[in-house]
């Protein structure tokens, strides 16, 4: 496959452009080779810059769940950006999707728009300290919240060691006021509440993280964590970010049945366009300014073109429910025509999947939170990757990455993708 502008650009962005990214995973150092530099996407398909086109698996992250360039996405932004593209002032769409998120997530009685995951996390983890009084925070080993300084640290020798800075630029005194545990691990919750008695404000995780690869919570964990919350009154926060409408029309929360305090979201309320969100119960999100004391704010939330491809995008959800009866037949037909193909080849690797997530995972281990995911082979996963990409099928550069699929995925296509993984697996194994 001759991907020789993809080379040039990536030479040339380097110049002027750190690591020649403007996120860190694009640059494919987990998987080798050069990035492809992407010109166009429709429906299951994107085009790279010498017009090779490839069956994408990543959906932008997540929010395409209608595939790329949807007709009624594009319009709804065409249409929203005759009046204009930025206001700094309120705007009717922004009650309109406050009001269909609020009806649509079970946790969310008040919501605040943003512009990223990032910030919503960011602004929720404030506010649970400002409405508890509290410094301390929960996170789970291996779950990604954005770049923020809080979410940027690394596990010591256990659940029980305090945190240290994963990145330079992150201050010792930041790490000291967030606590790691185990996913899937009740008991080194219990264990940290113990040890930090009365000074935790919040534990925030992904319900089902798609950042470490996909793992899944083990039956009576979620209603656990609500438990322990409760009890010790800490603000539960679910980062839905990745699962806030894919898994369901009320995210994981409503796939699972456990109501958190308050609630994450991005990606797909934006039909795609830069968007984020942060909600949950009103006592709590009384506490933003201008209502409260803990202070947000953005010139662009709440953007209007945002706004509109969102608002497409969840009138779509809502009123076509089939969609995720779609979704988890097509996430079934890939993930378990997988899991067939390598029995079939002598391979019992880990498959991972939920709705129209999945993962695999390059071990024969279970994988049920980071510690099991890292056992697996990034190494032959890399292989892997360069062999798909090479058969027209695009998958994320990383092992520790969830695969996200959309209703654009026909029969036709999943068993192009589930022939593309067949002699894949054949030729990245023939020669051990």
């Known amino acids: 496959m001759n991907i020789s502008e993809s080379k040039r650009l990536f030479a040339k962005a380097q110049n002027f452009i750190p690591g020649g990214v403007n996120s860190p995973v694009r640059a494919f150092r987990a998987v080798g080779g050069d990035p492809i530099f992407i010109k166009k996407a429709s429906g299951a398909f994107i085009y790279d810059e010498n017009d090779n086109a490839y069956i994408e698996m990543i959906n932008s992250w997540g929010p395409m769940i209608l595939g790329h360039n949807h007709p009624i996405i594009r319009e709804s932004v065409i249409q929203a950006m005759e009046s204009g593209t930025s206001f700094g002032a309120p705007t009717a769409r922004e009650i309109e999707i406050a009001e269909l998120i609020i009806s649509m997530v079970p946790s969310v009685e008040k919501v605040r728009m943003v512009n990223s995951g990032t910030e919503a996390t960011m602004s929720a983890i404030r506010v649970a300290r400002g409405y508890t009084g509290k410094d301390k925070i929960i996170k789970m080993i291996g779950h990604y919240h954005g770049h923020g300084d809080s979410f940027l640290i690394a596990a010591g020798s256990g659940a029980m060691t305090m945190g240290q800075p994963d990145s330079p630029g992150v201050t010792a005194g930041t790490a000291k006021d967030t606590l790691l545990a185990p996913y899937n691990d009740l008991e080194s919750i219990e264990e940290l509440v113990r040890l930090n008695k009365g000074e935790i404000a919040a534990l925030i995780l992904e319900p089902v993280p798609g950042n470490m690869g996909l793992a899944i919570p083990m039956p009576g964990y979620l209603e656990g964590l609500r438990e322990i919350c409760n ?3 800490i603000v539960l926060i679910f980062d839905e970010v990745m699962t806030g409408f894919r898994l369901a029309p009320g995210g994981a929360q409503e796939l699972y049945g456990v109501t958190p305090d308050m609630t994450t979201l991005g990606k797909i309320i934006g039909g795609g366009m830069p968007v984020g969100a942060y909600g949950g119960r009103k006592e709590i999100m009384d506490f933003v300014s201008p ?11 709440g953007n209007p073109i945002a706004m509109a491809a969102g608002l497409a995008m969840l009138k779509y959800l809502q009123s076509h429910p089939e969609t995720y009866g779609q979704l988890l037949n097509i996430g079934r037909k890939v993930s378990e025509g997988i899991k067939k193909i390598n029995l079939e080849l002598g391979y019992d690797y880990t498959v991972n999947h939920v709705g129209s997530m999945y993962s695999l995972f390059f071990t024969d281990q279970p994988v049920t939170d980071f510690e099991s995911a890292k056992k697996a082979d ?10 798909m990409l090479q058969r027209g099928v695009y998958l994320a550069p990383s092992q520790f990455e969830s695969l996200f699929l959309s209703t654009a995925l026909t ?3 999943i068993d192009k993708i589930l022939k593309a ?3 894949s697996m054949i030729e990245i194994h ?3």
């Open 411 to 413: 029969d036709q296509l």
């Open 430 to 432: 023939k020669n051990q």
């Open 231 to 233: 009890r010790e009154g």
């Open 291 to 301: 209502s409260g004391p803990v202070y947000q704010a953005g010139t662009l939330s």
């Open 421 to 423: 993984h067949r002699e």
């Open 378 to 387: 990034t190494g032959l996963f890399g292989k892997y990757f360069q062999a």
